[in-house]
């Protein structure tokens, strides 16, 4: 079986490379483990120059520390301590308004930091008591003028996702109404039946005409035929009275029924013609599309209010 092995110098780079690396990392700690050393004892010179009264030396030191806004310490802890301390030599020094700075930057990067009241004078106790009450208050109104605004926001997202819920039910209502025009004409108000009637939206007494004339026209039409079949038969005596008066009631029939459906077609055509009204238009409800039908979906999300259509 083949086994293929490294080369002798391949693994002699590859232990180099380890003892390398292991050396870099290894001097990487010791400095990191030395700044820190360093950044320890600076902070003790400038505390023991501060408890030795030394404020100006002390403000020098903690000012190359953890001075200003963009401060040399790393460790949060250090960093507030020196911070603190830097405040109290500010104070002790007449520099009031740098050592109310230091206070604030203090609060900012720990607003419930509490300050040893046995540890520092009544004057310095009073300067951070000052200036956490301020921040406090300033925080409060700042988190109120939020809070306001952010009601706002979402009282002004309301109101537009009402307004567009409102206007796509009107789109809905629009969609759902049709208009529909209805050309008339003189011509067909001259057909009788009641077909005049119901074009001029007169239904009702459209269908009672329709249902007169069209029962005295079959009547009339019937009676024709009886009186035709009687035409050219001579029935004996015993069965002439019986003919005479079919002939009679069959013709008499005939005449009356035309004469009233002429008569109440002729009555139907004049009213159609009289209350003729020319072209109109009316609107009709018509059925909706499933995606139409579905109402708008009101959600809240990371942006807020969200208000979701489909289409």
Same mark, same amino acid.
């Given at each position: 079986?083949?086994?293929?092995?490294?080369?002798?110098?391949?693994?002699?780079?590859?232990?180099?490379? &380890?003892?390398?690396?292991?050396?870099?990392?290894?001097?990487?700690?010791?400095?990191?483990?030395?700044?820190? #050393?360093?950044? &320890?004892?600076?902070?003790?010179? #400038? +505390?023991?120059?501060?408890?030795?009264?030394?404020?100006?030396?002390?403000?020098?030191?903690?000012?190359?520390? @953890?001075? @200003?806004?963009?401060? #040399?310490? *790393?460790?949060?802890?250090?960093?507030?301590?020196?911070?603190?301390?830097?405040?109290? !030599?500010?104070?002790?020094?007449?520099?009031?308004?740098?050592?109310? /700075?230091?206070?604030?930057?203090?609060?900012?990067?720990?607003?419930?930091?509490?300050?040893?009241?046995?540890?520092?004078?009544?004057?310095?106790?009073?300067?951070?008591?000052? *200036?956490? /009450?301020?921040?406090?208050?300033? +925080?409060?109104?700042? %988190?109120?003028?939020?809070?306001?605004?952010?009601?706002?926001?979402?009282?002004? %997202?309301?109101?537009?996702?009402?307004?567009?819920?409102?206007?796509?039910?009107?789109?809905?209502?629009?969609?759902?109404t049709e208009r529909v025009e209805e050309k008339r004409s003189r011509?067909? #108000?001259?057909?009788?039946?009641?077909?005049?009637?119901?074009?001029?939206?007169? @239904?009702?007494? @459209?269908?009672?005409?329709?249902?007169? %004339?069209?029962?005295?026209?079959?009547?009339?039409?019937? =009676?024709?035929?009886?009186?035709?079949?009687?035409?050219?038969?001579?029935?004996?005596?015993?069965?002439?009275?019986? &003919?005479?008066?079919?002939?009679?009631? !069959?013709?008499?029939?005939?005449?009356? !029924?035309?004469?009233?459906?002429? /008569?109440?077609?002729?009555?139907?055509?004049?009213?159609?013609?009289?209350?003729?009204?020319?072209?109109?238009?009316? *609107?009709?409800?018509?059925?909706?599309?499933?995606?139409?039908?579905?109402?708008?979906?009101?959600?809240?999300?990371?942006?807020?209010? =969200?208000? +979701?259509?489909? &289409?």
């Amino acid at each position: 079986m083949y086994n293929r092995r490294m080369p002798a110098y391949g693994r002699v780079s590859l232990v180099r490379c &380890f003892w390398v690396l292991a050396l870099l990392t290894h001097a990487l700690c010791v400095r990191v483990c030395l700044v820190h #050393a360093n950044d &320890f004892e600076e902070f003790d010179a #400038a +505390r023991n120059a501060y408890e030795g009264q030394d404020y100006a030396q002390a403000a020098r030191r903690f000012e190359q520390l @953890g001075g @200003g806004d963009t401060p #040399a310490l *790393t460790n949060r802890s250090l960093l507030l301590e020196s911070k603190k301390y830097l405040a109290a !030599s500010y104070l002790f020094l007449g520099k009031l308004p740098q050592a109310e /700075a230091e206070f604030q930057r203090l609060l900012r990067l720990d607003p419930q930091y509490l300050l040893d009241p046995l540890g520092f004078p009544e004057e310095v106790q009073r300067l951070f008591a000052q *200036t956490k /009450a301020r921040l406090d208050s300033e +925080r409060r109104v700042a %988190e109120e003028e939020r809070r306001r605004e952010e009601e706002r926001k979402r009282q002004l %997202e309301e109101r537009r996702l009402s307004e567009a819920r409102a206007r796509w039910e009107r789109l809905v209502s629009l969609a759902q109404t049709e208009r529909v025009e209805e050309k008339r004409s003189r011509w067909i #108000a001259l057909i009788p039946f009641g077909v005049g009637q119901v074009q001029n939206g007169h @239904g009702s007494l @459209g269908a009672v005409l329709a249902v007169s %004339e069209g029962s005295l026209l079959a009547i009339s039409l019937v =009676s024709w035929i009886i009186h035709e079949n009687l035409r050219g038969e001579h029935p004996g005596a015993s069965a002439r009275d019986e &003919f005479t008066v079919t002939e009679r009631v !069959s013709r008499y029939t005939n005449q009356v !029924s035309l004469g009233l459906f002429g /008569a109440l077609a002729l009555t139907g055509i004049i009213d159609a013609q009289a209350r003729f009204q020319g072209d109109a238009a009316h *609107t009709r409800k018509r059925s909706l599309s499933p995606e139409l039908r579905e109402p708008p979906r009101l959600s809240v999300g990371p942006q807020g209010l =969200s208000l +979701r259509i489909k &289409f």
